[in-house]
DNA sequence: TGCCGTGATCTGTGATCACACTTAGGCTGG
DNA sequence: CCAGCCTAAGTGTGATCACAGATCACGGCA
């Protein structure tokens, strides 16, 4: 149980930089300096509570406390009720009428739905990226794709590695189409089914390699880089379909 | 400068109903009961400022202040943040750099951004309705249309209730798709647009009635009942680009 | 032996205080 | 008369306390 510290507490450091922000705004014209996001204890809480969730580190039904999140993390409470509650807003955890934190339990009807809407949503994604892709997009595409088939092609896959090249991959290509509203979309629903995705994945690994993940996904980049919008629809919407079929069978979802 | 009080502050009221739950769950062939939702003071202030904003009754660039938004519901600061925090999750807020909090100034490209996604989310969602709409939300719906109907059509139309049935309207499309998170998904996207929507079609009332709102709605309910799923998202997709269009011509969009 | 009351403990929620920071207004010094 | 600082009010963020309700285990009654 290692504990992260997110304080860095040395406020004075942290919040340095929001000094330069009035310079930068009344000077439009001067170039770099984004917007200068900002980096709460709550929003970093928020972070690492959503990596936990996509990377399915935290299993459905498993239950959460305000008080042991905040410890864990090295703050107070405060922090951990900002995320929590964001999390719950987007529905990737849910809080019990009993006032009990747990990440949800999702049932087959749920996990088909949401099956159905990406299809959908991401399909829609793909098949934009395909009319917008530019030459440097597919090359960071192309980038992940080798980095997931080396993975599930080697003879002691590295799962986590796997995964979250599958991840990249995928969100390589939302980001190519140009649609950031879009993007936030699809995390809002891979938030959601993270867990269940990711660990019934972990408990069966060779099933990375047999499932048609890597054919899906090279029809996919072809696609792409054909400008070929349906030839990526359908590419990406046969790799959703593939692995949520995978899910389904092994039946461990709630009825 | 009515002051509701969200509080109903004698809790033991409030939360009375959820004494049953226990009950509930250990005999589940209790008939009835659902699953009680909790309100909290902060979900109530959500939804107060949630209303607000979607009814573009909150101007793009207007300033909240949490002290101020807690005073005048009635609650302490606390709930006013988690609200507002929410919101912020939602994009529907922004905070910004000097810490200040004010509803966004949407950009003319985020926009049309915005107005993409919109026309390929809902569209998805209208055509699954055209397949799985029943008879009774088509009676719903068809109410809808006939509210906004009459409203737009009146000698003295009433601004409010008309957005209010228009948004019913389409609400009751997307939920006949029978996929509450796709519903979700939408209320987020409206939830961003609202603001300048409504504003903006406050600001200028007749041309409820001359934009073809009426007519597309006309052509969507006739897909609806035939089950002309690719008739429905292009009504659909027609209603959503007319609206936008009229949007822009207005030129009151940001650069 | 089986069951129900009852207490300690832990939960999320709300209120209040403390703090660093921004911002606007009035004052002083030129 | 104007530019400059500089105080005072107001901001979101974080910590801490208070509290009602839920959970669970122990102990006593039937």
């Not at 450091?13 to 310079?23: H, Q």
């Not at 009428?97 to 996990?111: D, S, W, Y």
């Not at 009319?131 to 080697?154: K, S, T």
Request: aromatic share 4%; charged share 30%; with cysteine.
């Amino acid at each position: 149980m290692e504990r992260r510290d997110l304080h860095g507490r040395d406020a004075s450091t942290r919040d340095r930089p929001a000094r330069d922000a009035p310079d930068a705004r009344d000077r439009p014209d001067l170039a770099g300096v984004p917007p200068l996001a900002r980096i709460t204890l709550g929003t970093q809480v928020y972070d690492a509570l959503r990596d936990l969730l996509i990377a399915g580190e935290l299993a459905p039904g498993e239950r959460l406390s305000l008080r042991t999140v905040a410890e864990r993390l090295g703050t107070s409470m405060m922090p951990a009720r900002e995320a929590v509650s964001r999390l719950v807003a987007d529905e990737a955890l849910e809080v019990l009428p009993n006032r009990a934190v747990r990440v949800p339990v999702i049932t087959l009807g749920k996990f088909r739905e949401l099956t159905r809407v990406r299809i959908a949503v991401e399909g829609f994604a793909a098949a934009e990226a395909a009319r917008a892709c530019r030459p440097d997009d597919l090359a960071v595409i192309r980038g992940h794709d080798a980095a997931f088939r080396h993975e599930v092609r080697a003879d002691a896959p590295d799962l986590e590695r796997a995964m979250r090249a599958n991840r990249d991959l995928h969100f390589a290509v939302y980001a190519a189409a140009g649609l950031p509203s879009l993007v936030a979309i699809v995390e809002g629903l891979w938030l959601r089914i993270g867990p269940v995705l990711n660990l019934d994945m972990r408990s069966s690994p060779r099933r990375l390699a047999e499932g048609g993940a890597a054919a899906h996904h090279a029809r996919l980049v072809a696609a792409l880089a054909v400008g070929d919008a349906e030839g990526a629809r359908a590419a990406l919407a046969a790799d959703i379909a593939g692995s949520a079929a995978f899910i389904e069978t092994t039946g461990r979802l709630a009825p």
